[in-house]
């Protein structure tokens, strides 16, 4: 089968990736703010027996070599084997969009302009005229909208069309001007005959340029006496119309001048009907309200606040209903298996572990559904607005926003979607204080501690400033560490606001249950392994001899309940001799004085495979220590009885700022580029998390 | 001479000058903004430490260090 393979390049949100989903039923990740996609991906489709492979890159202003990702899009496009450029761009900003069409017109290489969001520019009355784009710029071009997936065939068909014709020479006509003295130096190739890998008009518009490589290759050849002259003299006569003596700034001008006459010569724009109705109105209007300096960032607090009540009252109510779902199948297997080793490692290990984790998926699904909105209206950017000047006095770059907010999700993307900062002060300084927005996974244990220690009415108010708490962290942090580790000045901060758009139904249906899924599954994989081996590692060594010694207390007992509390002296003490319990017991004098006992301590150990073990480990932890009395089944309950509050104070604090999980970690160490860093991290964090949890303790302690 | 950042809300300027390294003019010209160009603010923060100015079909946040750099006139 014939194969071809196809890059998307665009500027960023312009609906790269969304037009690779509709061309080829992939998912790849989108969102309404520059920069979702910072790695290349891959997906193909097949259409009339041809294999079509799409390859989305990050999203580019220009083919500058600013910021890591545009690295990644710019070294794609000139190094890598590819049969076709899809030049993606905005219908609805096409002078902007054609900017970098023109840069990447002069790569020569098989292109196709596609203008996405055709259905956005009719609402605002915006009309172009394919055809005449196609004739002006020699390139094919074709309209398609990715969301409602109209003229998505055409464009399969002409892409099949283009990569199998041979390859058009297309160029970039300049200013007469500029022309005129190509000219001249082509004139002057010709007559001498000149010949090399790149054509004459290469060539020429190269030495105008000043391109130090072309420069240098001509320099020792014969031609270069004359040539020189004649170059010397044309860039003169520029620099004289032009009024400047910078030639970068001469065909930025040219570049400038090329886009507008061209958008302007194939754009008609209707107004009347459609002007105020035009999403761009639309998004003007919203905007006045949401970024409005003085009521702009108490709306956005509320709405954070209301995202958090919402976390906690909503995913409260199934809640119960998951956590007596698996008490019961616990129950249900002792009873059916008896009292036994394997039992025990079903109903104690396997699935209160995993119920524990289970048990807050409710408020994972709610978590990620904000985070979702936030990612695809296009309220992000505008959030990155309203606390750039705060964030920035703290020394963290307007765009650390994005990496930031991605954080609450999960590290593991927020690492990587640091690669949009082009500083790698900026870039690092993000990434250690990532850490602090507390992601996903650490939600459980909030939810589990708040609920302890505030009760329903005031847990999502306490949520709430768990995570404003942990937010305030991460800025002291950053401020220290901008001041003693990566000084440096501000890096300029130019961002793009998008229109806001209301995302389909389906999208965020994805996102979300996307999300669910795989906490389902790491529930039921990794978070399933660790509870077996904590469920081992807390019942063995065998212990003979306590075991007979305290059975012989027990039958001595006179009283029933002389004999209950005996046998739950004896789980316990089985429980602190087991190799869990020893591990536990070595390293508490590390944390007693944050008040943590052993089993807190050994749950911020096993916290470090992933964060959800924490709550998987105290579920079997405590469930193991307690006797099998009904009521103490709850989760929330054996916490509250056995952990004092002060105690959560200090562990909520802790668990706010100590090392992330392992795969963040393996991220990290990729992202930052060394091990070294992975060590700085490692101090900084436990430092930290150790200083602040003993000052929150012993401050909870006087207060409580 | 005045700056983007000496405009007001709801003000209409043309850029004349970007007074910024190439690396920033860069950036600023691949978002519309260069000499010639029309920009109008459409938000300015309380601190006016971040402006949102239109340009062409595009919005664009930027700091008030570098809306000091781009020199406009005002119309
Ligand atoms: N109305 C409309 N919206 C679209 C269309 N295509 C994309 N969008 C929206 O545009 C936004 C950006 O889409 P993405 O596919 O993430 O853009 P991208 O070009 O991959 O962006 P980066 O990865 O950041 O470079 C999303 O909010 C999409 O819903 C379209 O044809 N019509
Ligand atoms: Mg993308």
Sequence with gaps: MRSYKIVMVGQPNVGKSMLVNALSNSRFKIGNFSGVTVDKAQSSTIHNATNLCFMDLPGTYALTNYSQEERITNEFINEYEYDLILNVVDSTNLERNLLLTAQLLEKNRNMILVLNMDDEAEKEGINIDANLLSRTLGVPCVKVSSTTKEGVTQLLDTIIHICESPKPTYKLVYSNTVEQEISKIIAVLKNKGFKDNLDHRTLAIALLKENPDVFKRLHSHPIWLELSQVVQKSLEHLYIHYNTKIVRDIFAEEVGAFAKGTATGVTKTVHGKHATASPQSITSRIDALLIQKIVGLPIFLFLMWGLFQLTFRLGQIPMDGIEYVFATLAN?????????????????????????????????????????????????????????????RF????????????????????????????????????????????????????????????GVEHAGNALFGIYILGVVFGLVSAKILKIFVFKGKDEPFVMEMPKYRLPSLKLVWHMVTLKGIMYIKKAGTFILLASILVWFASNYPNQPKLEASYNTQIEAAQTVEEQDRLSQEYEEARLSNSYLGTLGKVTTPLFAPLGFDWKLTVSIFTGLAAKEVVVATMGVLYTLGSDVDESNDKLLSAVSENVPPAVMVSFILFVMIYLPCMSAIAVFTKEAGGYKYVFYLFVFTSVAAWLVSFVGYNLARLLI | MITLFDLKKGDTATVVHIDADTELRDRLFSFGVRSGAVLSVQEVSLTRQTVKAKVGASMIALRGSEARSIRVIAS
Aim: net charge neutral; glycine share 12%.
């Design chain 1, 332 to 392: 249900y297997t002792k009873d059916t298996l008896g009292d036994n080793q394997f039992s025990s490692l079903l109903a104690d290990g396997i699935i209160t572990g995993v119920g524990a984790v289970i048990m807050f998926l409710p408020n994972i699904l709610i978590l990620f559904l904000g985070i979702a909105l936030l990612e695809t209206t296009g309220y992000m950017a505008r959030v990155a607005f309203l606390l750039d000047g705060f964030f920035n």
């Design chain 1, 395 to 454: 020394g963290l770059h307007g765009k650390s926003f994005i990496p930031l907010v991605t954080g609450f999700g999960c590290s593991v993307p927020a690492y990587m979607s640091a690669r949009t900062l082009k500083n790698d002060r900026d870039r690092l300084l993000t990434m250690f204080i990532i850490g602090f927005m507390s992601c996903g996974a650490k939600l459980p244990i909030y939810v589990l501690f708040a609920g302890a220690l505030f």
